[in-house]
Structure formats: structure tokens, C-alpha cells
């Protein structure tokens, strides 16, 4: 393997020039060796033709770094250029998106879980909408799959994303702008919001996503999903980092917040009724 910056690079091909506007997809990987084939079947089954796929495995403990590579030699000519990288320890998906991104040629850029799956128009409908809207990002509705079911998704608003975010990483997002906004930030103290804390730079930049009102994207939920494994978890605390980072958030309270609040309301209710 050959090191290139703090990723090693396992397998790569040579790029290819096609037809269009390259698109970069960039996939993370840790420990999904059961649903990476589906996430990266669901990129081969695009129909734009110019898609650079960009994988970074992040010290995955289980078979999914060989299960990546062997569908790269099965697949890897369908795209202008194909690479796996991998992590020689476990970093965070902060830091390997920001690898994904850096080893990403193409301007436009689409993050990808690899837990998660694209319907086949994703890709060409994302880049025209970000190129038509002159966005520095453009997503669209996601349907959720799985133990749950759903819909995510809305328009841009700084004021909706004051209140919380409703945004999923899956987005086309200008390399640019992501390196402008100084990419995502790996010293959150909990895994999961940081798709979050990249929107909120976005809105202090002055950048705006444009919003695709169709289904074109699929999460997956599941007992080891980031959402319920840690995210959930911890959200009182991420809550109070978040707004530390970002002072305009408007986040609620955090539930022993919310607790204190209560009880200093019925204490002063009680000495009021007692002076009365």
C-alpha cells in the first residue's frame, strides 16, 4: 500500500476522461461489511455516466475493507476513476469524509454512508439542481428504511436550521465550499452531528443548498445506525457544544434544563401562594 497523507491507498485506477461534469462520490466505511455491496451497487446503477468513486475504510474491524476491494476489481471500470483508501486507525467519520474529500478530483461531491443507498437518478438530479441554483450544495428528500420508515428532508432556511437540523449528510456539496468552510470538524466531542456543525458553517459563509422536493436518497436505520448507537444517546451534550459553536442556535434546553426550569417555577409558585 502506498501512504498518502493519513490514509493508504489499496486499490486505485487510472482517470478516465467521460462524458459531463465529474462527479465525485465519496463513501465512508467502518464496520458495514453487510450493506457496503448495497450502498456501492446503488452508485454503479446511476445514471450519470462521469462518477468518480472515492471509498475510505476507517480501521474497520470486520471484513469490510476486503469486501470493498473485492467489488472494486469486480466494478471499478464503470467510473472515471476508482479508489479505496484506508485509515490505519480509527479516526472518526469527521476526519474520513475530510479524507474522501481530499482525494476526491472533481468539484461537486456526493457523501455517502456506507449503510446507505442512492436511487438511480440521485446523481443527475442533484448536479443540476446545484449547478442551475448556484448553491454551493443541493440534497433532496430522503426516505428512511429499515426498522424505521420516513421522510426527511426541507427547504434551506438558516431560520429552520437555528431550531435543528433536518439536513442529512447525503448532499452533492462543492469541494470549495467544503474547504472553505475548513471541512468537517473531527473534534466534536460526540460522533453524529457533524453533517450539522458543516450546515451551520455554510450559513455563517453566506452559502446556501438547494432542496430537491423527491425521493433520490435512502437511510438506512438500524440497532448500529450512528443515530441510535450514539447520537441519541448524547444529545444533551451535543446540544450545549453545538451552541457554544454556533451562539445563533436556537436548541432547546437540555432535559436536566428543562427540569431546573420546572422546579423553580412550582417553588416560586408555592412561596407566592403562601405569601398570598
Not at 35 to 60: G, H, M, R
Not at 182 to 211: H, M, P, R
Amino acid at each position: 500500500m502506498t501512504a498518502q497523507g493519513e490514509a493508504q491507498i489499496v486499490f486505485t485506477t487510472d482517470k478516465r476522461e467521460l462524458q459531463g461534469i465529474g462527479v465525485t462520490v465519496v463513501v465512508t466505511l467502518y464496520n458495514y461489511e453487510a450493506y457496503i455491496k448495497n450502498a456501492l451497487n446503488s452508485v454503479f446503477s446511476q445514471s450519470y455516466p462521469n462518477i468518480e468513486l472515492v471509498i475510505v475504510d476507517d480501521a474497520s474491524r470486520d471484513g469490510s475493507l476486503d469486501t470493498a476491494r473485492w467489488w472494486l476489481e469486480q466494478n471499478s471500470a464503470r467510473f472515471s476513476r476508482a479508489i479505496l483508501l484506508t485509515h490505519l486507525k480509527n479516526s472518526g467519520v469527521a476526519r474520513a469524509r475530510n479524507s474522501a474529500f481530499a482525494n476526491a478530483t472533481n468539484e461537486h461531491v456526493f457523501v455517502l454512508d456506507a449503510d446507505n443507498e442512492l436511487k438511480p437518478e440521485a446523481i443527475a438530479k442533484l448536479l443540476s439542481a446545484c449547478i442551475s441554483a448556484g448553491t454551493q450544495a443541493a440534497y433532496s428528500r430522503i426516505e428512511k428504511f429499515g426498522e424505521e420508515t420516513g421522510i426527511l428532508g426541507g427547504v434551506w432556511k438558516p431560520s429552520a436550521l437555528a431550531r435543528g437540523n433536518y439536513i442529512d449528510a447525503m448532499a452533492l456539496i462543492r469541494k470549495s465550499a467544503w474547504k472553505t468552510a475548513g471541512g468537517y470538524d473531527g473534534t466534536i466531542s460526540v460522533q453524529g452531528w457533524e453533517d450539522y456543525d458543516l450546515w451551520c458553517k455554510f450559513v455563517e459563509l453566506g452559502f446556501k443548498g438547494e432542496f430537491v422536493p423527491e425521493i433520490l436518497c435512502r437511510y438506512r436505520v438500524h440497532r448500529t445506525s450512528m443515530l441510535r448507537s450514539e447520537t441519541n444517546l448524547k444529545i444533551d451534550k451535543l446540544k450545549l457544544e453545538m451552541r457554544q459553536r454556533h451562539p445563533w442556535l436556537k436548541l432547546r434546553p437540555p432535559v436536566w434544563k428543562k427540569a431546573y426550569y420546572w422546579l423553580r417555577y412550582f417553588l416560586v409558585a408555592g412561596v407566592l401562594r403562601r405569601i398570598r
